[in-house]
């Protein structure tokens, strides 16, 4: 089942700010009215105020059906503050809120329309006006455009703020929730594995297809100038230097990015062979991600046609094979914050639980041991020797959960803690 990804504007932090202000402008009116004695005509048009402001606040959404609700509960707050106000038109102080949660909500331009929209509102008003109110009307109806308009901007400003600040997190959070449905959906369409180590066999298997040699390998860049080997074949450990900042053809055929032939020759001891090598570079984007060695002996042949055949096959590896070396990474990563969350649940939990019964089997021990029981002494030591073995495997595979290795832990970081916990606690 594909689910939606929540939108940035739902798990957007919400500001205290508009609600605070539509609940007080509403109730200082609200008391207002009623102090000047509620009509039911302004009872209606307080309703449908707080109707449409509610609806507002709880969708609070940059899209348009929250820019009508805004305008809908502007235009019931200049409206029936003209008509039902009287001379007071406290409903009328309501609407610069209306322009502040415009700006929160959509920004300065939505702030901008809305003062627009309550401008008009206000221009229109005046001539349902008495014309014994019309200078006082159009007075208060000047300035509250204009402090409408000032809390539209500020609120279109400090939506800026809101979601460069408190925000940020959260887009982050959506854009990772994105990316990772779009990779699940990926992965299940794709031809080949996300293993490396298969996709570098699979390489391998591709190349001697179309050649014949007897040793090869497929190496890969991790950061530092050595390469690591993530396949190799014919051969039991790598016999090719593989050290980007000696010479050699590996170093060649990665800097040129061109394939590169080699003849070797056999030594004056007869340990090697004479062979022929074929280093093919893998680029993704013109950029050089690793290499495929292949090595020809006893009579194979490994020439420039067949470096011809193979050029295409290991230019259309090298996408295939990032991708996987990146969704190794991905899985790693989640692979260790795992581990680290099932190690601490373990010391935080069963091994607490455990040490208290280790004390508790003490205490009981030194109590039967006054009252000179000493057979129930030997059944309580065998049950405190079983929990102290439980409680050292315990801690040996929270060890091992622990020591594993990761982009910011290598191999000698991983070895150390684990021997020095195995140490601490065993007889070693």
């Excluded at 969350?341 to 089997?361: N, P, S, T, W």
Aim: net charge neutral; hydrophobic share 45%; aromatic share 4%.
């Amino acid at each position: 089942m594909t689910r939606r990804a929540p939108s940035s504007d739902r798990i957007q932090r919400r500001s205290w700010l508009v609600p605070s202000l539509r609940a007080s402008l509403f109730a200082l009116i609200t008391v207002v009215t009623l102090l000047d004695g509620m009509q039911i005509d302004s009872a209606l048009w307080l309703t449908a105020l707080g109707a449409t402001a509610v609806a507002a606040q709880w969708r609070d959404r940059n899209d348009v059906l929250t820019q009508l609700l805004i305008f809908a509960e502007a235009t019931i707050a200049a409206v029936g503050g003209v008509l039902a106000s009287g001379s007071n038109f406290p409903m009328l102080a309501y609407l610069p809120a209306t322009a502040l949660a415009a700006g929160i909500a959509a920004g300065v331009h939505a702030a901008l329309r809305t003062s627009a929209l309550i401008a008009v509102l206000l221009v229109a008003g005046r001539g349902l006006v008495d014309g014994a109110m019309v200078n006082e009307y159009a007075t208060n109806a000047a300035q509250l455009a204009l402090f409408s308009l000032t809390t539209g901007i500020l609120g279109g400003l400090l939506r800026g703020i809101l979601r460069d600040g408190s925000t940020a997190g959260a887009e982050r959070f959506v854009e990772a929730y994105r990316l990772l449905e779009q990779l699940r959906g990926v992965t299940r369409r794709l031809p080949g594995s996300l293993d490396p180590g298969t996709v570098a066999t699979t390489l391998i298997s591709d190349c001697r297809a179309v050649a014949d040699f007897s040793r090869a390998g497929v190496f890969l860049q991790t950061g530092g100038s050595v390469l690591v080997p993530l396949a190799i074949a014919g051969v039991r450990r790598v016999p090719w230097r593989v050290d980007l900042d000696e010479p050699g053809p590996v170093a060649s055929a990665w800097h040129t990015r061109s394939p590169v032939v080699e003849n070797r020759s056999a030594d004056i001891d007869g340990r090697r062979r004479g062979s022929r090598l074929i280093v093919l570079p893998i680029t993704v984007s013109s950029r050089p991600v690793g290499v495929v060695v292949l090595e020809a002996v006893d009579g194979q042949l490994l020439d420039e046609r067949a470096v011809a055949d193979l050029r295409p096959i290991v230019e259309a590896s090298g996408l295939p094979l990032e991708t996987a070396v990146l969704f190794d990474d991905l899985r790693s990563s989640a692979a260790l914050e795992e581990r680290e969350r099932l190690a601490k649940e373990m010391h935080d939990g069963i091994a607490q639980d455990l040490a208290y019964l280790g004390v508790e089997l003490d205490s009981l021990l030194g109590e039967l041991r006054k009252d000179g029981l000493e057979r129930p002494v030997a059944h309580v030591q065998e049950l405190r020797q079983r929990i102290t073995g439980l409680i050292t495997d315990l801690r040996l595979s929270m060890s091992d959960l622990r020591s594993s290795t990761g982009p910011t832990r290598g191999l000698g970081a991983a070895l150390s803690e684990y021997t020095r916990s195995v140490g601490t606690s065993s007889a070693i």
